[in-house]
């Protein structure tokens, strides 16, 4: 079966670092996506890992591990506007671009 | 300025009724998707579309149904036969999979469907 699994809320304080992680089970691996989600809003793309490794975008940066199913996004300095939803979708094998998500983690910044 | 228009924003469903939900896109991309998010659930996939007049069903297309007639539009029907319509549905495009690579998919705004 196809298994995303990520927190479902975490809390974190403003100008600190939080890490959001996600483990996936799927039956193919064809890259993996980070989105945000602000509440009633479009998901926005923020990463994307398909090599085993660390990308990194200003304050954000995503890790990935294949071999172990697990990837990481990292948020630095977090500023109050960071409080949103965060999405892992990974990519199937199939060639058709459909994206398994995972439930979501909130993210709460406190000031 | 290129992107994903859903309309409406908010819609509400009587009993028995069928709705149409529309998802137009100036991106020209060939793929595009729905979804269904619940409450605190992530994203489940209902209908994608790879091509012009070609569709495939995704994990929850009961009771839903769609069309790509243009490149530029993909509209889904929540049918009376879907009983638990209530719900945010999310449009999205991408280029077409064998060279997305990199590429993500880009989401409309949304719509919020209800029932009366």
């Known amino acids: 079966g196809q298994n995303i699994d990520q927190p479902t809320e975490m809390t974190a304080t403003e100008g600190a670092i939080v890490q959001i992680n996600c483990t996936y089970q799927?039956?193919?691996?064809?890259?993996l996506f980070w989105y945000q989600q602000h509440a009633g809003e479009a998901p926005t793309f923020l990463s994307y890992?398909?090599?085993?490794g660390l990308e990194e975008k200003g304050r954000f940066s995503s890790f990935l591990s294949r071999s172990k199913g697990y990837s990481y996004l990292l948020l630095k300095e977090l500023q109050m506007k960071d409080s949103a939803s965060y999405l892992c979708?990974?990519?199937?094998?199939?060639?058709?671009?459909?994206?398994?998500f995972g439930q979501g983690t909130t993210l709460q910044v406190k000031p | 300025d290129g992107g994903i228009t859903q309309s409406p924003k908010y819609l509400f469903r009587k009993e028995g009724q069928n709705v149409t939900l529309s998802c137009e896109q100036n991106?020209?991309?060939?793929?595009m998707y729905w979804y269904r998010q619940d409450p605190g659930q992530g994203l489940r996939l209902i209908y994608y579309?790879?091509?012009?007049?070609?569709?495939q069903k995704g994990d929850i297309a009961e009771g839903y149904s769609v069309s790509r007639e243009k490149k530029e539009s993909f509209p889904l029907t929540v049918t009376s036969a879907q009983k638990n319509p209530t719900a945010f549905y999310l449009c999205?495009?991408?280029?077409?999979?064998?060279?997305?690579?990199?590429?993500?998919?880009?989401f409309g705004d949304g719509t919020r469907l209800s029932i009366l």
């Open positions: 999205a495009s991408s280029i077409p999979p064998q060279g997305a690579g990199n590429q993500p998919q880009h």
């Open positions: 799927t039956s193919g691996f064809n890259g």
């Open positions: 890992n398909v090599l085993d």
């Open positions: 979708a990974v990519r199937d094998m199939s060639n058709t671009g459909k994206l398994i």
């Open positions: 991106l020209n991309h060939d793929a």
């Open positions: 579309s790879q091509i012009v007049n070609d569709f």
